[in-house]
């Protein structure tokens, strides 16, 4: 075989153990080459070069302006510091949003997964229709225990316990109607925020929930389960914050009938949040209409010890309060205290008692009987007993967006400061508090009632703006997180341009 010209060293590559006279010549003009065989293996290479970036690009994020006439060198230094810190505070707000997504998330899975798992609810009896679980169901049931559930339960969300989810849910899992009646409740409550009375898709579930029920209680022995009376007091108590009173008497003695039947409240001893939903509903018009309540709630409280110098300092002249009101007066007190300590995470007592503790004060205040006492004595009662109940009220703060829950006390509380000589016997600063605490709570022509009285108390005693107000009434009961934000709605503008009406024309006078 003869070699290539001398001209450039060379190489020749051939197979030896091939019978081919097919050889590679390879030149080494330019220095020995690397044998990397006949074919390339592995990816080719990327090409190294950039597309060219735009200096008009609007993917820059920050922005330098240099403020001296010859930038310095290390500005360029400087603007790479900024980005890098401005960046590394982005990245961890972006990485504390999507925790804080994942959390609201696993807050509401179990909800949604038991919904998702049971698209149909069987009840029970197999008299009653199961219901097939659509989407605006979910959607309504989401609302119903997330936005409005710390709306309704006031105190159970610093216990992180949501009945809704926790007790109602499961139950409505196994009972069709307690199903509907939930459904009715989430939407007519998203309703009343509307401004809408009821819509047609909550009318629908209310009719198969009351339905359902009617079927279960005809007949010699009606069948009364803890989802039955629970639906009953549900459905009460939304009647009562659509305004319908008589429709919430109507249900109130129904209730009372299937509860005698169950044996009495005492059946429900050791059914803590069944218990708790009979007193809700049945304080929820007992407390609006100043009567006594259908049901009772015998809990002993400890006595608070202490003397009458709070009580007393609502006085003008030298009075005796009866020793009922001034032991329910310092036991709230205890609460007012419970409260500000839950708001602060610094409480020492259960949340839930704190409910049981409130519950009892509002049927100890409205079991009250003022008949066999001094006139005198009597009516200066008539008008602690309605003051004590709307605090604690606007204790609870649970008024629904667009509802009004305590109207009827509102306009009794004006009848009854009406009837005496209000700057004869009351201190201004007391008038004060309760004026506020009134207008915070009270929708229709009360509230005006109470501004004319505020304003009156704010320029006998020389206030001048709100934070003066404020510190007044915190010589009585004040809840920190509830009342600041409640009463800031009737601040010094609205008490200063409040005119005065024909309510309180005489008595201020």
């Given at each position: 075989m003869e070699a290539p010209?001398?001209?450039?060293?060379?190489?020749?590559?051939?197979?030896?153990?091939?019978?081919?006279?097919?050889?590679?010549?390879?030149?080494?003009?330019?220095?020995?080459?690397?044998?990397?065989?006949?074919?390339?293996?592995?990816?080719?290479?990327?090409?190294?070069?950039?597309?060219?970036?735009?200096?008009?690009?609007?993917?820059?994020?920050?922005?330098?302006?240099?403020?001296?006439?010859?930038?310095?060198?290390?500005?360029?230094?400087?603007?790479?510091v900024v980005k890098r810190n401005a960046m590394h505070d982005y990245r961890q707000r972006e990485r504390e949003k999507k925790r804080v997504n994942k959390g609201n998330l696993l807050s509401i899975i179990d909800v949604m997964t038991n919904m998702v798992l049971l698209p149909v609810i069987t009840s029970e009896n197999p008299d009653e229709p199961s219901i097939q679980l659509d989407q605006y169901m979910l959607d309504r049931l989401h609302t119903y225990t997330t936005s409005i559930y710390e709306l309704v339960y006031s105190i159970e969300k610093y216990a992180d316990y949501n009945p809704i989810s926790e007790t109602w849910l499961p139950m409505a899992f196994k009972d069709p109607a307690l199903l509907h009646c939930l459904i009715f409740c989430a939407d007519g409550y998203s309703a009343l925020a509307d401004g809408v009375r009821e819509r047609p898709l909550a009318v629908m579930h209310l009719k198969e929930a009351s339905r359902m029920v009617n079927q279960r209680l005809r007949g010699p022995n009606p069948i009364i389960t803890d989802s039955?009376?629970?639906?009953?007091?549900?459905?009460?108590?939304?009647?009562?914050?659509?305004?319908?009173?008589?429709?919430?008497?109507?249900?109130?003695?129904?209730?009372?009938?299937?509860?005698?039947?169950?044996?009495?409240?005492e059946a429900f001893a050791d059914k803590r949040m069944v218990q708790n939903k009979i007193h809700r509903a049945d304080l929820s018009g007992a407390i609006d209409a100043v009567e006594k309540p259908y049901f009772a709630f015998?809990?002993?409280?400890?006595?608070?010890?202490?003397?009458?110098?709070?009580?007393?300092?609502?006085?003008?002249i030298k009075l005796h309060m009866d020793?009922?009101?001034?032991?329910?007066?310092?036991?709230?007190?205890?609460?007012?205290?419970?409260?500000?300590?839950?708001?602060?995470?610094?409480?020492?007592?259960?949340?839930?008692?704190?409910?049981?503790d409130i519950t009892t004060l509002q049927y100890a205040l409205l079991a009250l009987d003022f008949r066999n006492v001094e006139e005198c004595?009597?009516?200066?009662?008539?008008?602690?007993?309605?003051?004590?109940?709307?605090?604690?009220?606007?204790?609870?703060?649970?008024?629904?967006?667009?509802?009004?829950?305590?109207?009827?006390?509102?306009?009794?509380?004006?009848?009854?400061?009406?009837?005496?000589p209000l700057r004869a016997i009351w201190t201004s600063e007391f008038l004060l508090w309760v004026a506020s605490s009134a207008a915070s709570m009270v929708r229709d022509e009360g509230k005006g009632c109470f501004l004319v009285l505020a304003a009156s108390c704010t320029e006998d005693l020389g206030i001048n703006d709100w934070e003066e107000t404020e510190a007044v009434s915190r010589d009585f009961y004040w809840i920190d997180k509830t009342q600041t934000l409640l009463m800031s709605s009737t601040s010094e503008s609205n008490i200063r341009n409040g005119t005065r009406s024909s309510a309180f024309q005489t008595t201020l006078n």
């Open positions: 010209s001398k001209k450039a060293a060379g190489m020749v590559v051939f197979n030896s153990a091939a019978n081919t006279d097919v050889f590679v010549v390879s030149s080494w003009a330019n220095g020995p080459q690397k044998l990397t065989g006949f074919e390339k293996r592995g990816r080719p290479k990327k090409s190294p070069k950039r597309p060219p970036r735009s200096e008009d690009s609007h993917q820059t994020y920050f922005t330098f302006i240099t403020y001296t006439e010859a930038p310095k060198r290390h500005c360029v230094e400087v603007q790479k039955t009376l629970v639906i009953v007091c549900t459905l009460a108590h939304a009647e009562k914050l659509k305004g319908n009173v008589e429709n919430w008497k109507i249900h109130l003695e129904g209730l009372r009938e299937m509860i005698e039947l169950r044996g009495g409240m015998h809990r002993e409280s400890p006595t608070i010890p202490g003397t009458y110098a709070r009580e007393l300092r609502c006085f003008r020793p009922r009101l001034a032991r329910i007066s310092r036991q709230i007190h205890e609460v007012t205290m419970n409260m500000n300590a839950v708001h602060q995470k610094s409480a020492s007592c259960h949340r839930l008692t704190i409910r049981e004595e009597g009516r200066i009662s008539d008008v602690l007993r309605p003051a004590y109940l709307m605090y604690l009220v606007t204790l609870l703060d649970e008024a629904l967006p667009g509802t009004s829950i305590c109207d009827g006390l509102g306009r009794k509380l004006v009848a009854q400061m009406e009837a005496l």
